[in-house]
Nanobody, 125 residues
Framework: EVQLVESGGGLVQPGGSLRLSCAAS????????MGWFRQTSGPGREGVAF????????DYADSVKGRFTISRDNDKNTLYLQMNNLKPEDTAVYFC??????????????????WGQGTQVTVSS
């Protein structure tokens, strides 16, 4: 069974930074692309950042380009999201997710079937 556990969320002032982590188990992590998504109080989840299995390919939502960096440590089975220059509109629950099979890379939320429980990020002064 694939399990994804996010951590690292919290309250931060505008302009601050946070690093989210996602610990993965139940899959050969180095064979799987991964994604970070977020959900605000409104409906639907937004794709934030994506990374392929070896970290050489990444994609970002326009709203976070230049501020967020997705990375991974395949030896530690962990995915990261470094978030800098945070803005109030970044406030959301952040989720990591995996697609249904290894080697599949996608930026389409409909592709992702394995989800963590989420971690809250609040950006406020």
């Amino acid at each position: 069974e694939v399990q994804l556990v996010e951590s690292g969320g919290g309250l931060v002032q505008p302009g601050g930074s946070l690093r989210l982590s996602c610990a993965a188990s139940g899959l050969t992590f180095g064979d799987w692309s991964m994604g970070w998504f977020r959900q605000t109080s409104g409906p639907g989840r937004e794709g934030v950042a994506f990374i392929n299995r070896d970290g050489e390919t990444t994609d970002y939502a326009d709203s976070v380009k230049g501020r967020f960096t997705i990375s991974r440590d395949n030896d530690k089975n962990t995915l990261y999201l470094q978030m800098n220059n945070l803005k109030p509109e970044d406030t959301a629950v952040y989720f990591c997710a995996a697609p249904p099979r290894r080697w599949l890379y996608s930026t389409d939320i409909e592709t992702y079937v394995h989800w963590g429980q989420g971690t809250q990020v609040t950006v406020s002064s």
